[in-house]
């Protein structure tokens, strides 16, 4: 798995996406993983609040990154399917995404994340669950 080799060999550079809105990565294992961020201004929407699509992004990313470990050298994922509800806002703190996998098929793989804030005790503000398609490149 070329990605997930560059990401033990790099961590976070190894994915353009980190490093643009400074992703950290916490942990990640076979089934789970663990991102988190700061919430900066210029990641707002015009209300002020962390715009709603980076919430999609990084539990996309969080799931991602828990169903590389379970993959083969040759196969590949790719989302087809996510949604997201949101439950609650926030303005500014660190984020965290927390991804897994809920059921794995040959041709499918069924993951969820939440992302919470942690400034006072963990607060859920959004829930997202994915299917992703496995495909097995030459």
Same mark, same amino acid.
């Given at each position: 798995?070329?990605?997930? &080799?560059?990401? +033990?060999? &790099?961590?976070?550079?190894?994915?353009?996406?980190? &490093?643009?809105?400074?992703?950290? *990565?916490?942990?990640?294992? +076979?089934? =789970?993983?663990? /991102?988190?961020? $700061?919430? &900066?201004?210029?990641? =707002?929407?015009?209300e002020g609040w962390l715009q709603g699509g980076i919430y999609t992004a990084i539990?996309? #990313?969080?799931?991602? /990154?828990?169903?590389?470990?379970? /993959?083969?050298?040759v196969e590949h994922i790719a989302t087809v399917s996510l949604t997201t509800t949101? *439950?609650?806002?926030?303005?500014?703190?660190? $984020?965290?995404? +927390?991804?897994? $996998?809920?059921?794995?098929?040959?041709?499918?793989?069924?993951?969820?994340?939440?992302?919470?804030? =942690? #400034?006072?005790?963990?607060?859920? /503000?959004?829930?997202?669950?994915?299917?992703?398609?496995?495909?097995?490149?030459?």
């Open positions: 798995m070329n990605y997930l &080799r560059n990401v +033990e060999e &790099r961590g976070r550079d190894a994915n353009p996406f980190f &490093r643009l809105f400074d992703i950290k *990565i916490l942990n990640y294992r +076979e089934g =789970h993983s663990l /991102l988190s961020m $700061i919430v &900066r201004g210029d990641m =707002h929407n015009g539990a996309d #990313e969080a799931m991602a /990154l828990a169903i590389y470990p379970s /993959l083969d050298e949101f *439950i609650r806002g926030v303005r500014e703190g660190t $984020i965290t995404a +927390e991804g897994r $996998i809920l059921k794995r098929g040959k041709r499918f793989i069924f993951a969820e994340a939440d992302v919470k804030t =942690h #400034e006072r005790e963990p607060v859920l /503000l959004t829930r997202s669950s994915a299917v992703f398609s496995v495909s097995k490149m030459p």
